[in-house]
C-alpha cells in the first residue's frame, strides 16, 4: 500500500532536539576531530607511540604536504565514480521519502571493491611502490580533511535550493553551526548520482583496505615478508570490508541513509575518519612489530570468526525479517505488533539483546586490536572509540523507536533487557 501523501505534507519539516552537544559539539567537534586524526597517525608512527605524551610530537609542515597526495586522493574518487556509474549489479530502491516517492540506488560496490583489488594486484605486479603509502599518510589525510570541509560547505549551501520536503528533520534546525554539522538535506543527488550513498561505502571505505595493504608492503621493504600479526589485521578488516560492501543493500534501512543528513559528520567520517583511523593498527605495526605465537593467532581467529558470526547472523536474521516475514527462516520468530503496522522481532538473535549486530561488531574490534600486543594503548583507540559511538548510536535508536512505535517499545524493552552486552548492558 504507498503512502498517504496527504498525511505526509503534516509531517514535521524540522527537529528541535538537538544532538552531539547541539551548537557546542557542532562547533568544537569540525575542530578537534580533524587534529585528532593528525594526532594518531603522528602516534602511530613514534617510536614511543605513547598516546598521552604530553606535549605531543608535532609534525614539521612538510611532512604534512605532498603534491603526489592530492592527485592520489582526486584519481581515487574519479576512479570509484565512474565505478559507481558502471552498468553493473542490480537497482534497488530504499524506503520511501516523506513525499511518498523512492529513490533508486545501484547495487554494485562490491564489484568495485573486486576491480580495485585487480587493480592494486596490477600496479603490485608492474612494480608499484604501494609501500610508499605509509610516507604519504599524513598528506593524504590532510587533503581527505580539506575535502571533507569543501565538500560539507557545498552540500551546505546547495541544500537552499532543495525542496523542503528533501531536508534531513534533524538539520533543518535554522541554526547555521549545527546545520552544518548534522546535514540539512537528507539525499543530495548530482542527477542520479547520490553524493551520500557515494561515499557511506565507497572511497573511504576500500581506501582504508588499500592503505592497510600499503602498510603491509611496507612491512615486506623493511622486513622482507610481512608478519602474521600483519595479515591478521588485513585479513580481518578486508573481511569486514567485503562483507560490508557484498550486503551494500542492507545499508538502506541505516539511521546515516534514512534519519541523517549529508553534512560534515557523515562527510568527515565517510572520507577521512574511517580509512585514517581504522588502519591505526596496520600503521602501528609497520613501526612496531609484534610476533605471534600459533595458539595467539588461533584464539585471536576464533574471537574474529565468533564475532562475524555473531553480526553476519543477527544482520541477515533483521534483513530477512524486513524483506519477507513469512520466509521459512524468520516465520517462526516471536514478534510484538505495533501501531504503526511494523513488527518487533523478540526471539532468536533479537531475543538475546537489542543490538546483537553491535555486540559482533565489538568482538572483531577486539580482535583486531589483539594481534598489536598490550604494550601500548594505541591499537586499542578503535575498541574504545567504537564503543563509545556504538553505545551513542544505541541512545539515538532508543529515543526514535521510543517515539515511534510508543508502548509497544516499552513492552519490547522488557522483553529484551539487555542493549548490546547480556547480561550487563
Not at 107 to 134: D, E, K, Q, R, T
Not at 313 to 322: A, C, M, P, T
Request: glycine letters at 8%.
Amino acid at each position: 500500500m504507498k503512502p498517504n501523501r496527504q498525511s505526509m505534507k503534516h509531517r514535521p519539516s524540522h527537529s528541535t532536539e538537538r544532538e552531539f552537544g547541539g551548537t557546542l559539539g557542532a562547533t568544537c567537534i569540525p575542530i578537534f576531530l580533524p587534529l585528532t586524526v593528525l594526532y594518531l597517525i603522528c602516534v602511530s608512527r613514534s617510536p614511543e607511540a605513547n598516546v598521552l605524551q604530553w606535549p605531543p610530537r608535532l609534525p614539521t609542515t612538510d611532512r604534512l604536504w605532498d603534491p603526489l597526495a592530492p592527485v592520489l586522493l582526486l584519481g581515487w574518487f574519479a576512479l570509484h565514480a565512474f565505478l559507481y556509474l558502471l552498468p553493473l549489479g542490480k537497482v534497488s530502491e530504499g524506503l520511501a521519502l516523506r513525499d511518498g516517492t523512492r529513490l533508486k540506488y545501484p547495487i554494485n560496490g562490491f564489484h568495485a571493491l573486486c576491480i580495485s583489488v585487480a587493480l592494486l594486484m596490477l600496479l603490485l605486479w608492474l612494480g608499484a611502490p604501494l609501500g610508499y603509502l605509509f610516507e604519504l599518510l599524513l598528506p593524504l589525510a590532510v587533503c581527505a580533511i580539506g575535502l571533507s570541509f569543501l565538500l560539507s560547505f557545498y552540500l551546505y549551501i546547495r541544500s537552499f535550493w532543495a525542496p523542503h520536503h528533501a531536508l534531513a528533520l534533524g538539520g533543518n534546525t535554522g541554526n547555521p553551526l549545527y546545520d552544518f554539522f548534522m546535514g540539512r538535506e537528507l539525499n543530495p543527488r548530482i542527477g542520479n548520482f547520490d553524493l551520500k550513498y557515494f561515499c557511506e561505502l565507497r572511497p573511504g571505505l576500500i581506501g582504508w583496505v588499500v592503505i592497510n595493504l600499503g602498510m603491509l608492503m611496507k612491512e615486506v621493504e623493511l622486513r622482507d615478508s610481512p608478519s602474521l600479526a600483519m595479515m591478521l589485521v588485513n585479513g580481518f578488516q578486508l573481511l569486514y570490508v567485503a562483507d560490508a560492501l557484498w550486503n551494500e543493500e542492507a545499508v538502506l534501512t541505516t539511521m546515516d541513509i534514512v534519519h541523517d543528513g549529508f553534512g560534515f559528520m557523515l562527510v568527515f567520517g565517510d572520507l577521512a575518519w574511517v580509512p585514517f583511523t581504522y588502519s591505526l593498527q596496520a600503521s602501528f605495526l609497520v613501526v612496531h612489530p609484534q610476533s605471534l605465537s600459533a595458539l595467539k593467532a588461533t584464539a585471536i581467529l576464533a574471537l574474529n570468526g565468533i564475532g562475524y558470526y555473531i553480526f553476519r547472523r543477527s544482520n541477515s536474521q533483521k534483513n530477512q525479517f524486513r524483506r519477507d516475514p513469512t520466509h521459512p527462516s524468520v516465520s517462526n520468530l516471536e514478534t510484538i505488533a505495533t501501531a504503526t503496522g511494523k513488527r518487533l522481532l523478540v526471539s532468536g538473535w533479537w531475543g538475546l539483546v537489542r543490538h546483537p549486530n553491535y555486540l559482533g561488531d565489538l568482538l572483531m574490534a577486539l580482535a583486531w586490536s589483539l594481534p598489536c600486543g598490550f604494550s601500548h594503548l594505541l591499537p586499542y583507540f578503535y575498541v574504545v572509540y567504537f564503543t563509545i559511538l556504538l553505545i551513542h548510536r544505541e541512545a539515538r535508536d532508543e529515543r526514535q523507536c521510543r517515539t515511534k512505535y510508543g508502548l509497544a517499545w516499552d513492552t519490547y524493552c522488557r522483553r529484551v533487557p539487555y542493549r548490546i552486552f547480556p547480561y550487563i548492558y
